[in-house]
Nanobody, 123 residues
Framework: QVQPVESGGGLVQAGGSLRLSCAASGRTIRGYAMGWFRQAPGTERDFVASISWGVISTDYADSVKGRFTISRDNAKNTVYLQMNSLKPEDTAVYYC????????????????WGQGTQVTVSS
């Protein structure tokens, strides 16, 4: 089974940028839709962005549209989340997840999850 491993989190000032990476161990991400989710303390895990396998389609939460970009490099077995114009409310643990079939925003539809990477945006 595919095992996502996130990296690239850290501390950044408001207005800054970060790029998160999700490398898949165990098997190739070919054939898997991939998603990014985030969870702030005391809140539920929320959808951020998703990307399909094959003919590329992407989807974003309204709160990140125009600021975040999800992409994938199947040759490198890696998915990326480029985050620009970061805001303090983007502070959360960011998780990468994988699922067979079509992508989506439902947390429970993704069976494979990474351990998460912390993103902190200071004001």
């Amino acid at each position: 089974q595919v095992q996502p491993v996130e990296s690239g989190g850290g501390l950044v000032q408001a207005g800054g940028s970060l790029r998160l990476s999700c490398a898949a161990s165990g098997r190739t991400i070919r054939g898997y839709a991939m998603g990014w989710f985030r969870q702030a303390p005391g809140t539920e895990r929320d959808f951020v962005a998703s990307i399909s396998w094959g003919v590329i389609s992407t989807d974003y939460a309204d709160s990140v549209k125009g600021r975040f970009t999800i992409s994938r490099d199947n040759a490198k077995n890696t998915v990326y989340l480029q985050m620009n114009s970061l805001k303090p409310e983007d502070t959360a643990v960011y998780y990468c997840a994988a699922k067979a079939g079509a992508p989506g925003s439902d947390t429970f539809a993704y069976p494979y999850w990474g351990q998460g990477t912390q993103v902190t945006v200071s004001s």
